[in-house]
């Protein structure tokens, strides 16, 4: 595996780099060496307080239906049951949504409509977590309900019309027209499912009741500022009320932004009933019974192009799986539209989107957050195009890049925004090189023509990313930084700690602004009761924002200093410690804030015109696998990847982001299956029947590529991004499309690459016979 050089030996000590620079250098994550030798502490780790109680969820037998009665003396007679209660007893609001208000925490009393199957009803709360969950699983005999026919499908839902949030269209140009008036015109049908963030440490809060009304909680998610809000509004107190920490997360992907919000604001209620502390930690089972998870999409598309490929028109459908609230379907479909385009200039293009609503889990963000759902899609559409001409897709790909022929027009997004800082085709570029794809392309052919059984597939893929939240408000960051009279320096900001390595970089930063070695630096958990109002760790903008806020509040601190040595010169040698006690003595203050707002931004969320992005992360990536056309199943041979992370604030933490993305993409695109029980009108209906690993399957480290190649493509971000590096957090979920595509291109060579063939993802042994099966009949998935 690729592993960068300059990762020091002696991980145990954070290496002292004052002169050599701390920023740009390939540090260890903060955290490395508790990781390994198991002494970071996640949530559950912290010390219980005497008299902590647990808590477990009672969730819905049924996918859809109406409650007729719930029976929950029965459960509070069991053993160390201490309090049972339902949507009633929740003090203040029984909601936790997080745009629109259409997500209660307990489904309900009598009357009330049961959403899906495993949508918490009551909750338990015992001495101890078996106890609890003991008693939560009498929920299938006292939730009695009377069942409604379930709508388990985006298509069932939009034939229905049935949405979360209305319907919307991004179009520029004449689409149809420009498809009617084409040289080639075809249709297809694809479908992308969704996947589960398996974050390892699964959702947790843990609530202790404060003096006067107050609550702190411990909560594992990437949102503290949200968790503060629902809360409050469940308990019925102000926010002032609610303090909530998190050092750090053992992944959150996503399934943390929103929809940690449930288990806190049960912990909290339980916690303000009892008037003891309240742990709630779900098992892996009811995470994914409760929790939603990535869309799964379903794609109509309709396109025209030229003989050498060029898009010439593009009309498209999107339907999202987006459950059964709306959790935040809105936006990721909005980023879905505004990432059809990927690198590609497509002059008329007409783009529909439609967030179905399914008595499923609510589905929600996921590394990428509808990026790579509208990527996917034209990715798929250029495989076709070329193959139906004969042409190599990489050919295809590069005439439809943008900025071609002289800028200008061809530089403009369908959303309005200009990409002015393009480097795909130079990236490409190197990439072809680097990763020998005409030699290899020639290979394969050759390999293929003598292979009857095992087939090589090959496929190259770049991306374009949009960095910033595309909500405009949400754009902004906080952070405190105090010098302590030993000259020590202590950071908190408002990003949290997922292993992405955040704290790490913005350390860096304010070590480098006060020209300190990073040892000297360190951060504090997450804390509402420190910086206030933050938006979730999201977007990948955690270091932008988060390290722009460091630096502002670092800065004001040596310029404050700096103008205390040219007041008193002779303090202007001295060393740092020694500065500082002088500082202290002449009452200079030692801490301050900093806030950071990007620039440049707007928004109009009825024209879907603006500009959403501060800038566009790129890169690229070559796949190469082989297929066994017997049984369907394929092997990654060799992954090429290519990313463009700015001027990298820590080039290891970057390649291990890039890594860490294009394997969970490949698992998303390959391997990780959601089977829900069909509604045939059995007791299973609409069960999640993949609710573990022993049925959804995620990869290993078996999984990854022999060869694995990740390098980083080293140009300074032109916008004035903290120190010209770029967010690198989702962008490169994308890169593992080319392993899809390359598994597409090895099925075609069945067919002599004549018959494009109708593989859905995840490209599973399943999905790749039929697929196999398609192609030798000479049913192609275009038409
Ligand atoms: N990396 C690790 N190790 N764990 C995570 O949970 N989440 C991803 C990405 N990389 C994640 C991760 C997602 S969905 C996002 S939005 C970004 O990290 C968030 O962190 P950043 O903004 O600091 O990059
Ligand atoms: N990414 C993640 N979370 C978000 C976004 C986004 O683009 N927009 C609103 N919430
Ligand atoms: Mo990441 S999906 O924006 O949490």
Redesign the pocket.
């Given at each position: 595996m690729n592993r960068p050089a300059e990762l020091p030996e002696q991980v145990g000590t954070l290496v002292e780099a004052a002169e050599a620079g701390v920023v740009g250098r390939s540090l260890p994550h903060e955290s490395a060496v508790l990781h390994v030798s198991g002494r970071a502490a996640y949530t559950d780790d912290l010390p219980e307080l005497a008299g902590t109680l647990h808590a477990a969820l009672g969730l819905s037998p049924l996918a859809h239906g109406v409650i007729e009665a719930l029976d929950l003396a029965a459960v509070a007679a069991m053993p160390g049951v201490v309090d049972v209660f339902s949507a009633r007893d929740i003090p203040g609001a029984n909601e936790c949504g997080p745009l629109v208000h259409d997500d209660p925490i307990l489904a309900g009393e009598a009357g009330a409509v049961l959403r899906y199957r495993g949508q918490p009803v009551f909750v338990v709360v015992a001495r101890s977590r078996d106890e609890a969950r003991r008693a939560a699983a009498q929920a299938t005999r006292v939730v009695r309900a009377r069942p409604l026919p379930p709508l388990l499908t985006a298509e069932e839902a939009h034939a229905a019309g049935q949405y979360v949030v209305p319907p919307m269209h991004l179009a520029r140009g004449d689409a149809a027209g420009a498809i009617a008036a084409a040289p080639h015109r075809f249709r297809t049908r694809f479908t992308v499912g969704g996947q589960e963030q398996f974050?390892l440490e699964g959702q947790i809060s843990y609530a202790v009741p404060a003096e006067d009304h107050g609550l702190k909680l411990w909560c594992s998610t990437q949102h503290p500022s949200e968790m503060q809000h629902l809360v409050a509004h469940a308990l019925g107190v102000a926010a002032h009320a609610v303090q909530v920490e998190c050092r750090r997360?053992g992944?959150?992907?996503?399934g943390k932004e929103s929809q940690s919000a449930l288990f806190a604001c049960v912990a909290a209620v339980a916690a303000r009933r009892s008037g003891a502390p309240v742990k709630l930690r779900v098992d892996r089972d009811d995470d994914f019974l409760v929790t939603g998870r990535r869309h799964g999409f379903v794609y109509e598309a309709d396109i025209g192009h030229d003989d050498e490929g060029r898009v010439l028109g593009a009309e498209i459908t999107m339907i999202s799986n987006a459950g059964h609230s709306a959790d935040l379907s809105g936006p990721v479909m909005t980023r879905a539209l505004c990432h059809f385009d990927n690198a590609y200039w497509l002059p008329n293009v007409a783009i529909h989107g439609y967030s179905a609503k399914t008595n499923t889990q609510s589905n929600t963000?996921?590394?990428g957050f509808g990026g790579p759902q509208g990527a996917i899609a034209v990715e798929i559409l250029l495989d076709s195009v070329a193959r139906r001409l004969g042409l190599d897709a990489l050919a295809v790909r590069r005439a439809n890049f943008y900025g071609l022929s002289g800028g200008g027009e061809r530089d403009t997004t369908p959303y309005g925004q200009t990409v002015e800082d393009n480097i795909v085709a130079p990236l490409v570029a190197e990439l072809v090189a680097s990763s020998g794809y005409a030699a290899r392309r020639e290979a394969i052919a050759a390999f293929n023509a003598t292979s009857p059984v095992l087939k090589r597939g090959l496929s190259l893929v770049p991306l374009k990313f949009g960095i910033s939240f595309n909500v405009s408000h949400l754009n902004q960051a906080g952070a405190l930084v105090h010098i302590y009279t030993d000259g020590s320096v202590l950071v908190n900001h408002g990003?949290t700690e997922?292993?992405?390595g955040?704290n790490t970089k913005v350390a860096q930063v304010v070590a480098h602004e006060l020209g300190l070695p990073l040892a000297r630096v360190r951060c504090s958990a997450t804390d509402t009761s420190k910086v206030a109002n933050t938006s979730a760790?999201?977007?990948?903008?955690?270091?932008d924002l988060n390290g722009k806020a460091a630096q502002a509040a670092a800065r004001t601190l040596r310029e404050r200093l700096d103008r205390f040595k040219a007041e008193q010169p002779q303090h202007a040698t001295l060393p740092w410690e020694a500065l500082v006690q002088q500082a202290y003595l002449a009452r200079v203050q030692l801490w301050s804030d900093g806030f950071y707002a990007t620039p440049g931004l707007h928004w109009n969320r009825q024209t879907l015109q603006g500009r959403p992005f501060f800038y566009f992360a790129y890169g690229a990536a070559v796949s190469e696998v082989i297929v066994d056309t017997l049984t369907g199943e394929h092997r990654l041979l060799r992954a090429d990847l290519l990313h463009d992370a700015g001027r990298s604030l820590n080039p290891a933490l970057d390649i291990g982001?890039v890594e860490?993305?294009y394997i969970q993409g490949y698992g998303w695109l390959t391997m990780e299956e959601l089977v829900w029980h069909p509604a045939d009108g059995s007791p299973k209906a609409g069960l999640l029947m993949t609710h573990a690993p022993s049925t959804y399957k995620i990869p290993t480290a078996n999984d990854v590529p022999p060869v694995f190649v990740t390098r980083l493509y080293d140009a300074p971000n032109p916008a004035d991004s903290i120190h010209r590096s770029k967010?690198?957090?989702?962008p490169p979920l994308l890169l593992p499309i080319s392993a899809l595509l390359a598994i597409r291109d090895a099925v075609s060579a069945v067919g002599g690459h004549r018959v494009d063939p109708p593989l859905d993802a995840p490209a599973t042994p399943e999905a790749v016979l039929k697929a196999l099966r398609a192609v030798r009949e000479g049913r192609s998935a275009s038409t």
């Open positions: 974050y997360m992944g959150g992907f996503g963000a996921f590394r990003g997922m292993g992405q955040l760790t999201a977007a990948s903008t955690g270091a982001q860490g993305a967010a690198v957090g989702e």
